[in-house]
């Protein structure tokens, strides 16, 4: 019984990880990244659809990302998202694909891209405690019970409490990179 509670908790603090290291992607760095327009969608024939499934993304340079869209007539609906996304960018059109330019990050740029990561990293850190909190309870609960004795009580939660830290580590290891790579010319 107590396994499964651990092993619930260790899947659910590994997805968070997990979503961690997603939403990091998504930070902007210095260099061209395609994980930027992974949420953005365009408006195909009335549905919308994430970029990655309407056209090619490639990034021929460090700094430029191109979008070659497989049907020519969404070029516009194309250019009209990523401008809608908000994501710092102007698309340049020249008919049968889009590029963008991607500008080098100045100082100020940097540090609230690393503070973006923190705060990521702070959200992380947030779910993790929250599944050691709810295996506790349980554990709590499952002792008053008397389904457990105290001594496999505290056991569970020195186990949680190892479990939690080495997840914490991974979180800070994974912010610690990518401020890195934000701080990086």
């Not at 760095?29 to 395609?34: E, F, P, V």
């Amino acid at each position: 019984m107590l396994n499964n509670l651990f092993a619930d908790a260790d899947s659910r603090m590994t997805k968070g990880v997990k979503k961690l290291a997603s939403d990091l992607a998504k930070v902007r760095t210095g260099r061209a990244s395609l994980s930027i327009f992974e949420g953005v969608t365009v408006d195909y024939y009335g549905t919308p659809t994430p970029i990655s499934q309407v056209a090619g993304i490639s990034n021929p340079e460090p700094s430029m990302i191109t979008i070659q869209p497989w049907d020519a007539s969404i070029l516009s609906a194309i250019e009209r998202s990523i401008l809608a996304a908000n994501l710092g960018f102007t698309p340049s059109n020249d008919g049968s694909m889009i590029r963008i330019s991607i500008p080098p990050l100045t100082e100020e740029r940097r540090k609230e891209y690393a503070k973006q990561a923190h705060q990521l990293g702070e959200q992380g850190k947030n779910v993790i405690r929250n599944v050691r909190r709810d295996v506790n309870d349980s554990l709590k609960k499952m002792e008053k019970a008397k389904e457990i004795s105290q001594d496999e009580m505290r056991r569970g939660l020195d186990e949680i409490q190892k479990l939690t830290d080495q997840q914490i580590k991974k979180i800070d290891s994974l912010v610690a990179d990518k401020e890195k790579e934000i701080m990086s010319f």
